[in-house]
């Protein structure tokens, strides 16, 4: 999918998009205002290879998983993701589980959750490069910024300014291996 909007959607999963099995490439995709009952405000994707450049993910809600981006089980690719104003109650920019991932260039900002703000991950691998996660909340108990849960974390050159949370944490590790450096 290239150099399209998808806006003002509603399902019950993924919102805007919904994708299972398969490769998925987005470049130069803006996805905003969607809505999803359960997970994936903006997308929810399934089993699958997700690449994702130059692509806003905005505005979106889900009323469980990823306000933004919800991923199970899936590979995924993210590149000049610019992720804002989401929300949810786990992973207001982005909820992943199970997956394995890789963000450079990245921005979450102004993404709201119960937990996680900006990233609410579990049972996976992530790498974060040169990445922002910038002015998020969860208001229920932890991590304003990223919520890590049983990962294996990799972070180099995360900028995390001003993010808020209940209880726990700005950055909350739990059960999870990480190495970060700048």
């Given at each position: 999918?290239?150099d399209?909007?998808?806006?003002?959607?509603?399902?019950?999963?993924?919102?805007?998009?919904?994708?299972?099995?398969?490769?998925?490439?987005?470049?130069?995709?803006?996805?905003?205002?969607?809505?999803?009952?359960?997970?994936?405000?903006?997308?929810?994707a399934?089993?699958t290879?997700?690449?994702?450049?130059?692509?806003?993910?905005?505005?979106?809600?889900?009323?469980?998983?990823?306000?933004?981006?919800?991923?199970?089980?899936?590979?995924n690719?993210?590149?000049?993701?610019?992720?804002?104003?989401?929300?949810?109650?786990?992973?207001?920019?982005?909820?992943?589980?199970?997956?394995?991932?890789?963000?450079?260039?990245?921005?979450?900002?102004?993404?709201?959750?119960?937990?996680?703000?900006?990233?609410?991950?579990?049972?996976?691998?992530?790498?974060?490069?040169?990445?922002?996660?910038?002015?998020?909340?969860?208001?229920?108990?932890c991590?304003?910024?990223?919520?890590?849960?049983?990962?294996?974390?990799?972070?180099?050159?995360?900028?995390?300014?001003?993010?808020?949370?209940?209880?726990?944490?700005?950055?909350?590790?739990?059960?999870?291996?990480?190495?970060?450096?700048?």
């Amino acid at each position: 999918l290239f150099d399209s909007v998808i806006k003002e959607c509603s399902a019950m999963f993924g919102g805007g998009l919904w994708l299972e099995g398969g490769l998925h490439l987005l470049m130069g995709v803006v996805i905003e205002d969607n809505d999803a009952a359960k997970s994936g405000g903006g997308i929810d994707a399934r089993y699958t290879y997700l690449y994702l450049y130059q692509v806003d993910v905005q505005d979106n809600n889900s009323s469980s998983f990823g306000g933004g981006i919800d991923c199970y089980r899936s590979i995924n690719f993210l590149r000049e993701l610019n992720c804002k104003g989401n929300t949810s109650d786990y992973g207001g920019g982005l909820s992943e589980n199970s997956c394995k991932s890789t963000l450079y260039d990245c921005v979450f900002e102004h993404n709201v959750s119960g937990s996680g703000g900006g990233i609410n991950c579990s049972r996976g691998k992530m790498t974060i490069h040169d990445s922002a996660v910038n002015f998020n909340s969860a208001w229920d108990t932890c991590g304003g910024a990223l919520n890590a849960r049983s990962m294996e974390l990799e972070i180099d050159g995360l900028e995390a300014r001003a993010n808020t949370t209940a209880d726990w944490g700005a950055v909350a590790l739990s059960e999870s291996n990480a190495r970060i450096t700048n």
